[in-house]
Every structure is written in structure tokens, then in C-alpha cells.
């Protein structure tokens, strides 16, 4: 059986121009980068339709390391709509290099379903994240230099915000101290490191509509308080407009292409886990300029990336999806069950039926928003009939239609079925969207609504801290501001280890971390960290390159 990357290599790849042309970009319209990648320029002048094409959002169950694979039935579902005669347009995320080098593997979907060109994509691509990555700590060198020279907006260095980050995964860095080396080396005080995409700069960037929002964000931005207990921002630092020149790049949508040709725009990448987990809203904006129907993804399960798509991303978007569609295994669902990882390719009907209502309470979730749901089986070579028959005639019970995709081994041939009712459905997605919670709702009231009504939980608890930061929030009206949940995407609950649908459970709020420029409170519950750490057996050492540059191991 052939790796991802080899089925990559042996791809014939299509000038980036002729790609574009496809969905009606000109020549001028965008900037490429080399053969088969290329920026689409924001110029006001670019001719877009008005009607904005149909949007597809494609979601999962909690995730499970056997692999959902939902970046993979995105791209094999938007070349089944090509197939179809559709002018389709895929808008994912980018990858982030910690789990490329780690252990989850790239983002650019897998098998005869991919993005190319795949290693491209996946180590540094258009350097948007290190643009990201340097704009961040020019902040933070910015911030620590303000201290240095006399401290003039009275920065207490105790109660500061802003770490720095690495697009890397480095848990030595989670706390470190700074400033060590005697008087002209800086003030010391403890510092850590965050992985890029946790930066609220990758958040920004992925909400913002054009460069002059990106800058009003970046100066709102709450970097530390003061020694009277008041927040400072970017805009006393004075340090906006530089922030926003190393972005001015990195703010534009990446075309590349899939195996089959299908012009895809891969932007932002923030993880749903920690951060809002969508592709950028541009990017999503302007494949919906451009194409008639959209395939995007959010990240992790619908708990997590689905809820953020729905109260987070749709309200800047100013649209909610046509048809949601949850990507589930066989695999996975007979882990969430109880069964052994290593025993997930034998037939295991029990095992499959205990993990089905973590499959129902995703359903559920999304059908909440008024949107009508798919399931999407992700087919494995290892599922067996009566495997498959069990989820369909569970999933028939929620009110949702299922098929089987098998577009891992089959490219966008896998899908036909499920492309098709991808189209009647979207045609009818007339419902009104309902959304989770008023924009403006008290921050419990938030919390309480999605842990009972995405999560199935029954009670939300603040630690001291978070309590009290909330009542220090209300001055400044920050307890009003959406939330974005920091959870382990393994459990629907804060505890990785409750795998299936968990009942009664409590989810506990540890700390808010408020993000003004972003627009939102992030809320990290249970352990959860904002700097991964490497496996035991992390992907670098499987990967290498020969001396033809063949790349090797990269999934
Ligand atoms: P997700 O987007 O849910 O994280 P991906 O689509 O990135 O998942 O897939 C993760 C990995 O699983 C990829 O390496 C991909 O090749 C593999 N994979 C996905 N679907 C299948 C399948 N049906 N059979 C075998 N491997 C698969």
C-alpha cells in the first residue's frame, strides 16, 4: 500500500495559473508562488460573484488516535461535487509543524484525497506561520523592551499576558525566565512558550475581513496590567502598524489544488482544541466568491471546532452552513466503545455499539443549530458489513441520512452518493439558523449552554480564580464576550479518559485568558495547555529526504 506522500509524489500537478482560472481569478488576481502555490490578492477590483455559493461544513466525532480522517472525506467530498459537474472550492486550515514533527500527522487529507503539493503544505509552505511566529515575539521583545527603558505605561511584570511562541512542539519551553545576564540584559521575570497557532495573532488573523480590521484588532490586544491593576494593549506600546506590515502577506488566502484538480485555499490554523479551531474567514469568504459549493473543515469533533464554526466563525462570516457533515470510523467508535486500539481490525459489534452514542451526541449538537446533518463513514479496508449496517440503522434513528465514503481509496469516485445528497439537502437549507447563545449573554450562561447542550454535561464549575476574574472582567465589559472553550478533544467532557457519550458529568473552568484583539474569552478547562510536547515516538524520526531531495516518512 502506497504512503500518502507517495501518492503526492506521483501526482501531475497543474500550474497554479490554470487552477485559478477555474474559479475565475485572473491573471492578476494572483500572486504565485512558484509552480503550484500561489496568494490571492485582496485588490477591491477583483470580480466576485455576489450570490455566495453553498457551504458545506465538515465535522467529526471526538477523535480517537485509530483516525477519523475528516480533512480526507473534505477533500475527497469537494472532488465528488467536481466530479459532479460542480464548481467546488475547498477552505481549510494550514498545518502547524508541532504535529507534523509530532504525532497527529499533517492536514492535508490522506490517501487518493489530498492537498498538493503535500509536503509543501505541510513544513513551511508561504511562511505565513513564520510571519505569524515573528510578528508575536516582535510584541513580546517590544513589551520586554518597554520595561527595560524605564517602563513608562508602569508594566508590572508579574502580571503579564503575552508569552512567546514557536510553531514547534517544545514542552521544555511551557515556563521559562528571562532577562538572566545582569543589568543590560533586561528586567528577569518568568516567562513561557505557547505553539504559534495557540497566538492570538493566529486567531486575529483568521477573523479579520481586510488589513485595516487586522490592525484595529492587533491594537486592542491585552498584553499585561499595569502596578494599578489596568490592562495594557498594543496600542500603548505603539507597536500596531509594524505588527500589521510583517502580516501583510500572511493576511492573504493560499491557492493550491487537490489530486484531481479541485482549486482549494488553505488559510489560518488555529487547533480547535485550544483556539477556535476554522479556517480563515476570508479564505472561507472568498472561496464562497468564487465557487458555487464550499467544503471547509473545523477542527477536532463537533464538540469542539464544529461549536466554534457555529457561534464563533458564523456571526463574522455572516453565514451558517447549508449541510453539516460528521465524519465517523468504524474504528474509532468501536475504541469509544471500549475496544483496544490493537484490536480495532477485527469485528467487534458490542464494542461499536457502546461507542455509537458518542457518534449520537455529535449528530446532535449540530442538528441543534437548525442545519441539517450527514454522516459521513469514513470506510477502512478493515470494516465489515454488519459493522457499517449498525451505525447506519443507528444514525437513521437521530433523523440524519448516512453514507459511506470511501474516498481515502477511490479519490472523489468514493463519494458520489454522499455529494449528491450533499446538493438536494443544501438546496433546501432553508431553516432558520438557531443560533447556541445571545452574542451578549453573561459569560455562565454561555458556559452552561454548551456544556449541556454540545457536550451533554450537566454543570459548569469555576475555580476561585476564574470567579473572580469574571467579576474583575464586568468593569470592562469583558464577561459579555463569546467564549472559546480550551478542552481535550478526546471526550466530549474535560477528562481525555471518559471516551463515549459521558452522562452527568461537571466540566471544570480553570482560568479565562481574555483575548480583546480576537474578540473573545478563552476558557481553559481541565489540564489542557497551550504548548504541546513531543510523543515518545514523535514523527521526526520517521522522516528524511535522499539525495534526489525525495522526501520520506512525512505520513
Ligand atoms: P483528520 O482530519 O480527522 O485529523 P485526516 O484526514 O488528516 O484526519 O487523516 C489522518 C490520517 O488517517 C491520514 O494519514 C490519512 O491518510 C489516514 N486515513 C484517513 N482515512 C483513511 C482510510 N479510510 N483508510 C486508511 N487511512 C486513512
Redesign the pocket.
Known amino acids: 500500500m502506497k504512503t500518502?506522500i507517495e501518492i503526492a509524489q506521483e501526482a501531475v500537478v497543474q500550474p497554479i495559473g490554470e487552477i485559478a482560472e477555474k474559479v475565475g481569478l485572473k491573471a492578476h488576481e494572483i500572486e504565485p508562488y512558484g509552480y503550484d502555490k500561489a496568494k490571492i490578492n485582496l485588490d477591491k477590483s477583483v470580480d466576485r460573484q455576489s450570490d455566495l455559493g453553498k457551504l458545506i461544513l465538515v465535522t467529526?466525532i471526538n477523535?480517537t488516535p485509530a483516525?477519523?480522517?475528516?480533512?480526507?472525506?473534505?477533500?475527497g467530498l469537494a472532488d465528488a461535487l467536481s466530479l459532479a459537474g460542480q464548481k467546488t472550492m475547498i477552505a481549510l486550515r494550514e498545518p502547524s509543524l508541532g504535529p507534523v514533527m509530532g504525532l497527529?500527522?499533517?492536514?492535508?487529507?490522506?490517501?487518493y484525497?489530498?492537498v498538493i503539493p503535500m509536503a509543501d503544505i505541510n513544513l513551511h509552505f508561504t511562511g505565513d506561520f513564520h510571519a505569524l511566529t515573528s510578528a508575536h515575539n516582535t510584541l513580546a521583545a517590544a513589551m520586554d523592551n518597554s520595561i527595560y527603558q524605564g517602563n513608562p505605561l508602569k508594566i508590572d511584570p508579574r502580571r503579564i499576558l503575552w508569552k512567546r511562541v514557536l510553531d514547534i512542539n517544545d514542552r521544555a519551553l511551557r515556563h521559562t525566565t528571562i532577562g538572566l545576564g545582569g543589568p543590560t540584559s533586561g528586567v528577569p521575570r518568568e516567562d513561557g512558550f505557547d505553539i504559534t497557532v495557540a497566538s492570538e495573532l493566529m486567531a486575529i488573523l483568521t477573523l479579520s475581513t481586510d488589513l485595516q480590521d487586522l490592525k484595529q484588532r492587533i491594537e486592542k490586544i491585552v498584553v499585561a496590567y499595569n502596578y494599578d491593576k489596568k490592562p495594557v494593549t498594543v496600542a500603548d506600546l505603539g507597536v500596531a502598524g509594524a505588527l500589521t506590515v510583517l502580516l501583510k502577506d500572511a493576511i492573504k488566502p493560499n491557492l493550491v489544488q487537490t489530486l484531481a484538480h479541485t482549486p482549494s485555499i488553505i488559510h489560518g490554523g488555529p487547533f480547535a482544541n485550544i483556539a477556535q479551531g476554522t479556517n480563515s474567514v476570508l479564505a472561507t469568504k472568498t472561496a464562497l466568491q468564487l465557487a458555487d459549493y464550499v467544503v471547509t473543515?473545523a477542527?477536532?469533533g463537533a464538540d469542539l471546532g464544529g461549536e466554534k464554526f457555529m457561534d464563533i466563525k458564523v456571526p463574522k462570516l455572516g453565514k451558517a452552513p447549508d449541510a453539516v457533515v460528521v465524519?465517523a470510523?468504524v474504528r474509532a467508535l468501536k475504541h469509544h466503545g471500549g475496544a483496544a486500539l490493537a484490536d480495532l481490525n477485527q469485528e467487534d459489534l458490542l464494542a461499536l455499539k457502546g461507542g455509537l452514542e458518542n457518534l449520537g451526541q455529535n449528530i446532535k449538537a449540530m442538528q441543534r443549530y437548525g442545519r441539517p446533518v450527514l454522516v459521513a463513514v469514513?470506510?477502512?479496508?478493515a470494516d465489515t458489513d454488519a459493522e457499517i449496517k449498525l451505525i447506519e440503522d443507528f444514525v437513521a434513528t437521530l433523523g440524519a441520512q448516512v453514507f459511506l465514503?470511501?474516498?481515502?481509496?477511490q479519490g472523489g469516485a468514493g463519494a458520489q452518493d454522499l455529494a449528491q445528497a450533499v446538493i438536494e439537502t443544501s438546496a433546501q437549507a432553508d431553516a432558520d439558523f438557531t443560533p447556541l447563545y445571545q452574542e451578549d449573554a453573561p459569560a455562565l450562561e454561555k458556559l452552561q449552554a454548551i456544556v449541556e447542550n454540545i457536550y451533554g454535561g450537566v454543570a459548569v464549575e469555576l475555580s476561585a480564580k476564574a470567579e473572580k476574574q469574571l467579576t474583575d472582567f464586568a468593569q470592562y465589559g469583558w464577561d459579555k464576550l463569546p467564549i472559546v472553550m480550551a478542552k481535550t478533544q478526546y471526550s466530549l467532557s474535560d477528562d481525555p479518559k471518559k471516551l463515549g457519550a459521558p452522562k452527568d458529568f461537571t466540566v471544570h473552568i480553570r482560568e479565562f485568558v481574555p483575548k480583546l484583539g480576537a474578540g473573545f474569552l478563552v476558557a481553559l478547562t481541565g489540564s489542557i495547555l497551550t504548548m504541546p510536547g513531543l510523543p515518545k515516538h514523535p514523527a521526526a524520526l520517521d522522516i528524511d529526504i535522499d539525495e534526489n531531495g525525495q522526501i520520506s516518512g512525512l505520513?
Open positions: 500518502d467529526s477523535p483516525g477519523e480522517g475528516k480533512s480526507t472525506v473534505t477533500v497527529k500527522g499533517g492536514a492535508t487529507g490522506g490517501g484525497s489530498q473543515e477542527g477536532f465524519v470510523t469514513n470506510r477502512f479496508t465514503a470511501d474516498v481515502w481509496a505520513f
